[in-house]
């Protein structure tokens, strides 16, 4: 009997037996518990809810349940003594292989019957947003791989052991480990550790490490698959001679290690993410604040000898390659009179392909060192003042590896590109303070450009490439880069021209929501409370972004928000359950003042965002009204310091002494939300009910206009005119 | 009899699969100790008996994975295969799951004991907290309902097909896990979900702790998973004497 014949056998007997129709079965149906309970996800999009969600799930449930169907199948000619009578006529590797087979089939028909069943819900559910192709792979390539993982796993654990309660413990602990690590991305075998999906931008970048993580698993099961093979036990030998016996086939061996070093190979030089040393943190607990701080051990310091005057770039972004070419040219001063050793820094993932100084080519050194995905080069500059350094440079991204989590960081894709800093250009870590950059950036047509500082002019078009070419000019030395199928949108709001870019996608839901209205009001608010924002040659750029960025973000003159709080449902504020749309957009936008406008000396809980939180209520009562700023303000702020008051050691301040060092940076962590984003604005507020509100907003003003280049708890005070205790609130 | 219960424990306990299991629980436990039990549980201290209860809901799937992989160790081919040797002696059926059953609650009751003796070390070290008679009450109703249950059912499990043993596994772990419960309201086998919530809904004292008060209707729910899991072992034994005397 050959292989088919004995697959073909095994089959038919899976499809009359019950227990493996009620597997099935029950099975097809798992993704229904992701669909209610929305497990294993991070972020909120109608796409994570109605296909992430669901089949992330299923791939969990259904990964346990055919693995321990597998096992159970495997001892049943054990269980039932009959080996002698089947190994007398057919091999029992082949048996073992067809055994297997057999549940795969299996399981790759409950994956399709479990796709087709969801597939009227997905498209009615999704409408405009579904798309066939990302569903084909939720099904095929996160559910059914982990399915079949486990199946050939547990296979060759019981044939390695044959016995079920090893097998399936050794299979429990592989589970635990994918359904509890998610900080590294091929640990998740069974689930991936794709945190969301966008509705709009695309989800290249989780896709392209799903199916990397699926690579290495794909090698590393099927190894312990044929490993399980050659150990199946021949004429009732034991695993040593079987193993000589099975092994005698040449390449069935030779499989095997090309298996095992595939697996090996595929997971230390896997592509996507870099090596970058852990950062070195310093954990501050601070018992008198009730936060605990992590800061940075800064090991880079910037050559004060050399001064970055301009950089000129030339850059070419291929999507479909998920690549980047670029030339940049870079006009430095040394003031040393000295040469001089400066680091360069580059994305990890990129290649320097020539660097030239003064129009000759000079060589730079890898410094073998990789820190927060920038990876160092050194270089001897001359003695001349004037320097010209020209680089050619180009590559794939390798994303931070501290990102794995969750996967929303510099991305080139078809459907969106973010690029920030050095995934953009390479720079020298030298002095920066007056640093301007320009140049362009061609692109593929239907992707529109958006960058800090002056508006992006499309300068050229080509039509046979089917690209474009942007401009961008910006006084810093860093630049950041968006890009998606962008519709722009001008509104003209507190005295400055806004350019707000949403995803075309989105336009009924912006029409909707009115989101442009509330953009302008709260411009127009902002700028008569405060004053206005130093943009009188830039755009303030406001620009929807993938949900995978986790939150909004400012960035010089650009404000990103994800996409996910303009679903009408969200962004109203009818909405019950959290933020509303209306208040991140709002609170993103007053971050222009406080945090980027007015930079702040961060101490204890005083940061950019109790003033941002203030006055975003205060945006929130001139809008809505007083009923409904007291729920998003005074209320919710009340609410939080009632957290932090009930909270054991809010009460119990004397366990600060008695709690180990190492134990209380993570009680205190637990604070900083509340202290930073309820009690400082509630602060704030008393503040402003001791002074009156008229004159509070004046010194508001006062503060925005005078104190921009560093904003500090005692100069708040000193202008308020009050002390700490006076507008304590504890 | 004791000299079987002490062969039977020996078996369990030295197992590799045991060990293993032991190690993973205690990792586990402190994982919880480290970084949930500090908190407090709602704003309780770390070290009240709602904190307390909390954290061994937390750790209480793995303690019902070990039971039920002893379980598994009573109807695998092994000792089916050695059980009718066994039966030939004086000792009934019903004598011989007694027996297993002893054992595994001794197993378990060991575990719980390397559990329980790390969390006390925790507390005397983060807080120099010593008044472990308090913890009796959680230990008591987190731990011992639900092992009785799914000591039950795993036996039943195995006498219909030791396969369903392992599903029942997958099946504690993942809902175990969850900080949901299937059944409404407080009636779910697993109390994460209970202790978590509850006490939100209790008024604090004047120091600001919440009372330990539990409801009743949790109270009747705990007694009817221990009694359906005693149920089920009873069953277990009755329907084994059947088939033993049919044959």
């Not at chain 1, 993982?149 to 602990?173: E, N, P, Q």
């Not at chain 1, 303030?540 to 679903?567: H, P, Q, R, Y």
């Not at chain 2, 293993?20 to 586990?28: D, E, G, K, R």
């Amino acid at each position: 009997m050959n292989l088919y014949t004995l697959t073909l056998n095994e089959c038919k007997k899976l499809a009359s037996s019950r227990i493996s129709i009620f597997l099935v079965l029950l099975s097809a149906t798992t993704p229904l518990v992701g669909l209610y309970l929305r497990l294993l996800i991070m972020a909120q999009s109608i796409t994570t809810f109605t296909i992430l969600s669901p089949v992330k799930t299923g791939a969990l449930l259904c990964t346990a349940f055919f693995a321990v169907f597998t096992i159970y199948e495997m001892d049943r000619v054990f269980r039932n003594n009959v080996v002698s009578i089947i190994e007398p006529k057919i091999s029992m590797l082949q048996f073992n292989i067809a055994e297997t087979l057999a549940i795969i089939i299996a399981a790759i028909v409950t994956v399709i019957l479990a796709a087709f069943a969801f597939l009227p819900y997905t498209i009615f559910k999704l409408g405009d947003l579904f798309e066939p192709g990302l569903y084909v792979f939720s099904y095929f390539g996160i559910m059914l791989p982990g399915i079949v993982f486990g199946i050939l796993l547990s296979s060759g654990f019981y044939m390695i052991t044959r016995r079920m309660d090893i097998s399936f413990f050794l299979f429990g602990a592989l589970f635990f480990l994918s359904s509890s690590d998610t900080s590294h991305y091929l640990a998740a075998w069974v689930q991936t550790n794709i945190p969301a999906y966008s509705d709009s931008f695309g989800n290249a970048l989780a896709m392209r490490t799903a199916l990397w993580n699926r690579l290495v698993w794909f090698c590393a099961s099927t190894a312990m698959f044929l490993l399980g093979i050659l150990s199946t036990r021949r004429y009732e030998k034991s695993i040593s001679q079987s193993l000589k016996i099975n092994a005698k086939i040449i390449y069935r061996p030779a499989l095997l290690l090309i298996l095992i070093v595939s697996a090996a190979g595929s997971a230390i030089y896997e592509p996507y993410f870099d090596n970058s040393e852990r950062v070195e943190y310093t954990a501050i607990a601070d018992a008198d604040s009730n936060m605990a701080a992590v800061q940075m051990i800064v090991t880079k310091e910037t050559n004060k000898h050399v001064v970055l005057k301009q950089t000129l770039a030339d850059i070419t972004i291929i999507p479909k390659a998920a690549e980047i070419n670029g030339k940049a040219i870079y006009s430095l001063e040394n003031i040393s009179n000295q040469p001089q050793e400066v680091e360069l820094s580059l994305q990890p993932g990129y290649k320097i392909f020539s660097l030239k100084i003064n129009g000759t080519l000079a060589p730079f050194i890898d410094m073998q060192t990789t820190i927060m995905n920038e990876k160092y080069f050194q270089v001897k500059l001359p003695a001349n003042k004037e320097i010209k350094v020209e680089i050619d440079y180009g590559g794939k991204i390798q994303e931070n590896r501290e990102q794995q989590l969750a996967l929303g960081a510099n991305q080139i894709s078809e459907e969106c590109v973010f690029l920030s800093g050095r995934a953009l250009l390479p720079g020298f870590s030298v002095n920066t303070k007056t640093a301007h950059i320009s140049g362009k950036i061609t692109l593929p047509a239907y992707l529109t450009l958006i960058t800090e500082g002056d508006v992006n002019e499309r300068v050229a078009e080509n039509a046979e490439k089917g690209t474009n070419t942007w401009s961008f000019n910006y006084h810093n030395s860093r630049i950041s880069l968006i890009a998606a199928r962008y519709w722009k949108e001008k509104i003209f709001a507190g005295g400055i021209e806004v350019e707000f870019y949403y995803h075309l996608r989105h336009a009924n839901n912006i029409k909707e929501t009115k989101a442009s209205e509330i953009i302008k009001e709260s411009i127009d608010f902002y700028t008569d409370l405060l004053g206005n924002l130093d943009y009188s040659n830039l755009p303030l750029k406001i620009v929807d972004t993938s949900v995978l960025l986790m939150g909004g973000f400012a960035s010089g003159n650009i404000c990103c928000v994800g996409e996910g709080i303009f679903e009408p449902a969200v962004f109203d504020i009818k909405f019950e359950e959290g933020t509303t749309g209306i208040e991140v957009l709002a609170h993103e936008i007053c971050h222009q003042w406080w945090g980027v406008g007015t930079h702040f000396n961060n101490s204890g809980a005083w940061t950019s965002e109790g003033l941002t939180v203030y006055t975003t209520a205060k945006f929130i009562q001139h809008k809505y009204g007083e009923k409904y700023a007291q729920k998003i303000g005074l209320d919710s702020w009340k609410g939080g310091m009632e957290i932090l008051r009930r909270s054991f050691y809010y009460r119990h301040p004397e366990y600060m002494q008695v709690v180990p060092e190492e134990y209380l940076f993570n009680v205190l962590m637990e604070n900083n939300g509340i202290v930073i984003y309820q009690q400082m604005p509630l602060q704030i507020m008393k503040a402003e009910q001791i002074l009156g509100e008229e004159k509070f907003q004046g010194i508001l003003a006062k503060l925005y206009r005078r104190y921009k280049n560093g904003l500090s708890y005692s100069d708040f005070l000193f202008q308020c005119g009050l002390t700490e205790e006076e507008i304590s609130v504890e | 009899m004791n000299k079987i219960v002490f062969y039977e424990i020996k078996r369990l306990l030295l197992s590799k699969i045991y060990l293993a299991l032991l190690f993973l629980t205690l990792v586990f436990s402190y994982y919880v100790l480290r970084n949930q039990t500090i908190l407090g549980t709602a704003y309780t201290a770390p070290f009240s008996r709602w904190s307390y209860a909390s954290f061994l809901s937390s750790v209480v799937p793995f303690l019902i994975v070990s039971i039920i992989f002893f379980c598994t160790y009573v109807f695998s081919i092994q000792e089916l295969s050695v059980r009718t040797i066994t039966l030939s002696t004086p000792l009934s059926i019903t004598a011989y799951y007694v027996t297993k059953g002893i054992a595994i609650w001794l197993a378990f009751s060991f575990t719980s004991i390397l559990v329980i003796g790390l969390s006390f070390a925790f507390y005397a070290y983060g807080f120099k907290f010593y008044d472990y008679a308090n913890f009796l009450q959680p230990i008591l109703l987190v731990l011992i309902p639900p092992a009785l249950f799914f000591f039950g059912l795993g036996m039943l499990a195995g006498l219909i097909n030791s396969g369903w043993q392992y599903v029942l596994i997958v099946l504690a772990f993942i809902f175990g896990n969850l900080s949901y419960s299937p059944i409404p309201g407080y009636g779910g086998v697993f109390s994460q979900a209970f202790f978590e919530n509850y006490p939100y809904k209790l008024i604090a004292d004047a120091s600001g702790e919440v009372p330990f008060s539990l409801p009743a209707s949790f109270l009747i729910t705990r007694l009817v998973w221990s009694v359906i899991g005693i149920v089920l072992f009873i069953l277990v034994c009755y329907i084994s004497n059947k088939k033993s005397n049919r044959n």
